[in-house]
């Protein structure tokens, strides 16, 4: 796995098929991570993750698998999609057993951090499901706010 960046406990690295059952596990979580991500109960298979894997390495995608620096676990992947000259949209997901432990906070000052140093964006906002309220208390700690909400969303922004 190519590492990427790092913050204090994560090392930020490439997405791989080396890491593709710890995808598996991830996504088809329904109750702790596929409802908020994605919202329709399915199971996804090996063969799809390894083709999202060699997808994203094809088109040189801003997507991370996330890795405990101190035990080796995966926590989750973190992406930055469709940036432009000024603003990309953030994404993120982390396993069941890994929530709760201030991973999603770090990640997501990390993921800033690297959008503003190292791609000089402006601004980098999200989506998420309103019944996430986790996930808004972590947006909200790092820095972003809201700017829209429907009954499908709570539309969020950092702005440099």
């Not at 929530?99 to 140093?117: P, S």
């Amino acid at each position: 796995m190519k590492h990427i960046f790092e913050s204090d406990r994560i090392s930020f690295v490439e997405v791989s098929e080396s890491l593709v059952n710890d995808y598996l596990t991830m996504v088809n979580d329904y109750e702790n991570v596929n409802r908020f991500i994605g919202g329709k109960k399915k199971a996804f298979t090996a063969e799809q993750e390894i083709q999202w894997v060699r997808e994203k390495l094809e088109e040189e995608a801003l997507v991370f698998s996330m890795i405990d620096k101190s035990s080796g676990r995966f926590i989750g992947n973190i992406e930055l999609m469709d940036p432009n000259d000024s603003e990309g949209e953030l994404g993120i997901a982390i396993t069941g057993e890994m929530q709760d432990q201030g991973y999603g906070t770090e990640a997501v000052l990390g993921m800033l951090k690297y959008a503003i140093d190292q791609l000089d964006l402006k601004r980098v906002f999200l989506r998420t499901n309103p019944q996430n309220t986790r996930a808004i208390r972590v947006y909200e700690k790092c820095g972003f706010r809201k700017y829209k909400q429907d009954l499908e969303h709570v539309y969020m922004e950092v702005l440099r």
